[in-house]
Every structure is written in structure tokens, then in C-alpha cells.
């Protein structure tokens, strides 16, 4: 892509401009952004290449060997490592991104494969279970936020109950 030398790809053991983890105090926007990025480039690389039935053992040497950078590196990065300028540029190139794609603040909005896997289990656990076992599930999965330090989605507001009968319960379908 480049005709200088001086931007031919390469091996890139240390960066001169390290700065906090994302995980200290202070951590830099970019410094974070870069970090998830980075792993969700990961991800979808992995998915990618499960779905093609590409072993799973190994994949976290082959990509480091596509961003062209040591397998010990990217245990770092993916860690607490911070990801620099040169670094940035060298990933985004490898995995065909434009410059400045890692430094952008972006969430997920639709879920990964394997996050729409784990919510349709839950949601057949949570369905198969009586009362007790979905205010069990429920308990057991905020406990969980809780360690993590999270605060839970706002509750949907519930409807306003209104006089008569009590509501009919809708019929499970038979698979």
C-alpha cells in the first residue's frame, strides 16, 4: 500500500508511547476504546473462523500472527497492556480498518452469535421454570451484576392492572 520503507509492515515487540491501563484511574477514552475495539475484532475474527470450522486451539496465535505481532504481545493487550499510536495504525491495517477505526467509541448493538446462543438458553430455562426458579434465576443473575459492579437494566414498567378477572395465561406452544 505504501511505497516507502519506513511504513512497510512489521513486527512490533514495544511502543515508545505507554501509558495507563484502561482498568487504572484516569485511563484515557481512547485508551478504552481501543482496548474494546481490539477485542471485539478478536471476536469476530473467532467466530468467523469457528464458523468455518477452524479449530479453536491456536486462534489466539493466528490472529496475533495476522496483526503481526507476537502471541505474548497480544496477551498483554488484551489484558492491560495499553494500545498505542503505531500499534493502533498496525492493527487497524491488518485487519482492514481505516486509520483512527480503534480510537472510535462504539457499542454493540446487535448481539454476537454466541451472546444470542446464551440468551436462548437462558430464555428456555427462564420459561421452563415455575415461579420460584425464574425469582431464583433472577437473584442468581444480579448477585453476578452485583460482583461485577454493575447496575442492573431498569425494570419495564408494569401495566396498570385493571378491574375483573384476572389475565389468561398465554398457552406454551408444543415443539
Do not use: C
Request: aromatic fraction near 6%; avoid cysteine; charged fraction near 25%.
Amino acid at each position: 500500500m505504501f511505497s516507502t520503507p519506513m511504513f512497510k509492515p512489521r513486527h512490533i515487540e514495544a511502543e515508545d508511547d505507554v501509558g495507563p491501563a484502561p482498568t487504572a484511574p484516569g485511563a484515557s477514552d481512547a485508551t478504552v476504546a481501543r482496548r474494546r475495539n481490539v477485542l471485539a475484532l478478536f471476536q469476530a475474527y473467532a467466530e468467523d473462523a469457528l464458523a468455518r470450522g477452524v479449530p479453536p486451539k491456536g486462534l489466539e496465535q493466528r490472529y496475533a500472527e495476522q496483526l503481526q505481532i507476537s502471541p505474548s504481545m497480544w496477551s498483554q493487550i488484551k489484558s492491560s497492556r495499553p494500545i498505542g499510536d503505531r500499534l493502533a495504525r498496525q492493527i487497524e491495517n491488518h485487519a482492514g480498518k481505516p486509520a483512527g477505526w480503534l480510537d472510535e467509541a462504539r457499542e454493540l448493538l446487535t448481539p454476537t452469535p454466541a451472546e444470542k446462543a446464551f440468551l436462548d438458553l437462558a430464555l428456555a430455562v427462564y420459561r421452563s421454570a415455575g415461579a420460584g426458579g425464574r425469582r431464583e434465576l433472577r437473584h442468581a443473575l444480579q448477585q453476578r451484576l452485583d460482583q461485577a459492579g454493575q447496575a442492573a437494566p431498569e425494570k419495564a414498567a408494569a401495566p396498570a392492572k385493571q378491574g375483573g378477572a384476572a389475565p389468561r395465561r398465554r398457552e406454551r406452544a408444543q415443539t
